[in-house]
């Protein structure tokens, strides 16, 4: 019986594991493709449907990095029923020396969604638990971006 349980929790893993690659393929996929579309922004600020995948976030962000070098990028995604927001974000160089430094960025959301986190002038990141203020989260980064940007 025991060896019968320890069969099916494979399964089960095997078949988490495979969700969560399919959540990396699609948002990978659906990025690859805006970048594409619209290469070279100066900004983006954007949620994704990655669950509280920080490593699907990641990917999406290396995806701006090599395709779109010279993109501000802020990702953001939400797993509801896990009560999980997480946060990714890089800034190029040339970006820095204007003013807008990742670590900052994420800072001046991360309370509004009860997050931890920080990082470097380039990349930094988050993850929280308030949820239902991830609009308003969206919104504080694409204003306080603007801002920087604008000075």
């Known amino acids: 019986m025991r060896e019968g349980l320890n069969v099916l929790k494979k399964k089960i893993i095997d078949l988490e594991k495979a969700a969560k690659a399919d959540i990396v393929k699609t948002v990978v996929e659906a990025t690859r493709q805006e970048v594409e579309a619209t290469p070279n922004q100066a900004l983006v600020v954007r949620r994704l449907d990655a669950g509280a995948d920080l490593k699907a976030l990641n990917e999406a962000v290396k995806i701006y990095k090599s395709k779109s070098p010279q993109t501000a990028a802020m990702l953001f995604s939400a797993d509801s029923q896990a009560g999980k927001v997480v946060l990714q974000c890089w800034v190029p160089k040339e970006v820095v020396t204007k003013g807008l430094k990742a670590g900052d960025w994420v800072n ?44």
Request: proline content about 2%; charged content about 20%.
């Open 108 to 151: 001046h959301v991360k309370d509004v969604l009860a997050a931890r986190g920080g990082g470097k002038d380039n990349t930094a990141q988050a993850s929280g638990t308030n949820v239902d203020a991830l609009p308003q989260a969206v919104t504080m980064a694409t204003d306080f971006a603007n801002l920087k940007l604008s000075n």
